[in-house]
């Protein structure tokens, strides 16, 4: 049997850098596991909105989990420490004027649209799994919506409209975290079975929290409180030769920040919330053994205070193969 390419070992590696001649197993053996991802968009616009123009925008975001189980004798306890560099600059904000960044990269008002290079302290945080993970327990500094109201199906897209959450919780709650972003919190997730769970959690909304220059190292709990609950189901249908996989989850949000009346800006008003419903559902699976296949995905949030939410009602539906 002829030898493998270079490429394809590489393309065959569980690792994207190698096994490291077998230090990163020893590490790993040991507890201590090292991640990594980045993700870039190349986006133009060719006609219409303020200008022409292309900009580049880039995400990478590392880290490492060390499992205090194998370190420290600790069950079920894990830290995980990582960090992210962001770089490129913001069709939306240079070119078009539109309200949701047509990069995922530029999600949350980074607030450098023009110089585009920042270094952030991402998460900081312990996470105690007992029982099986029955019981789980998170604490420190997290993204909220890594946790709360996402879709994995959403990913794939690249607008902000959509892309693992909806584009009108991250507009009416600006102080709401996704990554690279993280606040002080503590979440409690319960799964009694294997299809259900239920999750709650109370996060520092800090406005500093995304601000350019403290590179995500104010540690401050300046600002309100954000509470967030969620009740999730997700079921696997057999209505066609294939069991098929879905997630359906309701979920109720408040935060007791202040916000601006709109037409009245001498005015605020405290605890603003909101409710939403997310679900995906596979429509067709190519086989059991893998995840290929048709996706309906649907979006609901309702924010009732209408002077205070750009968004008091929004909808988003799809299909992804």
């Known amino acids: 049997t002829p030898e493998k390419s270079f490429t394809s070992r590489w393309f065959e590696s569980e690792y994207m850098t190698g096994n490291w001649g077998g230090v990163r197993q020893k590490l790993v053996d040991k507890g201590i596991r090292f991640f990594g991802n980045f993700h870039t968009t190349f986006l133009g616009n060719p006609i219409g909105g303020e200008s022409k123009g292309f900009e580049y925008a880039g995400q990478l975001i590392v880290g490492s989990e060390f499992d205090l189980e194998k370190l420290a004798k600790i069950d ?40 585009g290079n920042s270094y952030r302290l991402y998460q900081l945080m312990l996470e105690q799994s007992l029982f099986n993970d029955k019981i789980n327990i998170a604490a420190g500094r997290m993204a909220t919506l890594t946790e709360f109201a996402n879709l994995e199906v959403l990913g ?30 503590v979440r409690l997730r319960l799964k009694p079975i294997d299809q259900v769970y239920i999750m709650s959690g109370i996060y520092v909304s800090n406005p500093k929290n995304k601000d350019a220059d403290n590179n995500g190292v104010d540690f401050s709990f300046d600002g309100g409180a954000l509470w967030l609950g969620e009740i999730g189901y ?29 037409n009245r800006p001498d005015r605020t008003k405290s605890d603003n919330y909101g409710f939403y419903f ?26 009732p205070q209408e002077e205070i939410n750009k968004f008091p009602f929004y909808y988003a539906g799809g299909l992804a193969y």
Do not use: C
């Not at 990069?103 to 607030?111: D, I, M």
């Not at 190519?286 to 924010?303: P, W």
């Open 156 to 185: 794939y897209y690249v607008n902000t409209a959509f892309n693992e959450s909806a584009g009108s919780i991250k507009k009416n709650i600006p102080t709401i975290t996704t990554d690279p972003f993280s606040t002080w919190g």
């Open 234 to 262: 997700s079921p696997s249908l057999n209505i066609t030769a294939h069991a098929l996989p879905g997630n359906y989850k309701l979920g109720m949000l408040i935060d007791t920040s202040e916000f601006e009346v709109f």
């Open 278 to 303: 997310f679900m995906d559902q596979m429509l067709y699976r190519e086989n059991s053994s893998d995840d290929q296949g048709l996706i309906f995905f649907s979006v609901f949030t309702y924010f």
């Open 76 to 115: 079920g306890l894990k830290f995980i420490v990582s960090g992210s560099w962001i770089t490129g600059r913001s069709l939306s904000d240079r070119h078009i004027g539109n309200v949701f960044n047509v990069s995922e990269v530029f999600n949350l008002n980074l607030g450098f649209t023009f110089d």
